[in-house]
């Protein structure tokens, strides 16, 4: 069984600031993770994924998220908040073999100029 | 360009009106799925499909149909709407399964009212 807690359901951030999003995952298979953003009235969007190439993954929009397997999470940041990054954020586990994308309740983000 | 379509976008039905949403994906992709999106419990998949004529039960299979008998399409069926199935629905498709084969793409998505 695999599962995903992302901590804190809305995150207000200034304009400038770092932003972090937290997401521990639960599985019983090495993971592979990936994080989605949701922008108003659109669907998800591939952010970037965990592959165990390398721990520290970027990707698009100055995102980055780093794999740590002693803590398993996958937290996402982003150093600079643009107003742009308001949006909903989807942390998701899936298993090496598994049929089944298993997704976090999701993190909204709140831009302040 | 390579996307996902569904359709319609918007939705507003009574109780008990049968309805259907189509979900095309121009990807050649073998899995599929469906998933509600609400408030506070992310996104919950509904049915998928790992191949034409194969498809099972996700975590919330109850008041839901889908058939899977081309490749590229997966609709989604509601014979007897009810108010507690009105969200925001989402086809998705993927390479397959496994790894970064679970890597999934979505279409715009569905907002069903039911009343």
């Known amino acids: 069984a695999q599962s995903v807690t992302q901590l804190g359901s809305h995150v207000s951030v200034s304009e400038g600031a770092l932003v972090l999003l937290r997401c521990n995952y639960s599985?019983?298979?090495?993971?592979?993770l990936f994080w989605y953003v949701q922008y108003p009235n659109q669907g998800l969007q591939l952010l970037l994924k965990?592959?165990?190439?390398?721990?520290l993954v970027k990707g698009i929009n100055g995102f980055e998220a780093e794999f740590k397997k002693s803590e398993t999470s996958f937290h996402l940041t982003k150093p600079s908040a643009h107003m742009s990054d308001a949006a909903e954020y989807f942390c998701?586990?899936?298993?090496?073999?598994?049929?089944?994308?298993?997704f976090g309740g999701g993190t909204r983000v709140l831009v302040k100029p | 360009e390579a996307q996902v379509t569904q359709n319609p976008r918007y939705l507003i039905t009574v109780t008990g009106k049968k309805l259907t949403v189509t979900c095309s994906q121009n990807m050649n992709h073998e899995y599929m799925s469906w998933y509600r999106q609400d408030p506070g419990l992310g996104l919950r998949q509904i049915y998928y499909s790992m191949n034409v004529e194969v498809t099972d039960k996700g975590d919330v299979p109850e008041g839901y149909k889908v058939s899977r008998k081309e490749k590229r399409n997966f609709p989604l069926i509601l014979e007897s709407p009810s108010p507690n199935q009105t969200s925001l629905y989402f086809c998705a498709s993927s390479l397959g399964v496994g790894g970064t084969r679970n890597e999934q793409f979505f279409g715009p998505g569905t907002r069903l009212t039911v009343l």
């Open positions: 965990y592959t165990s190439a390398a721990t």
């Open positions: 998701a586990v899936s298993g090496a073999a598994g049929n089944k994308l298993t």
């Open positions: 599985s019983s298979v090495p993971p592979y």
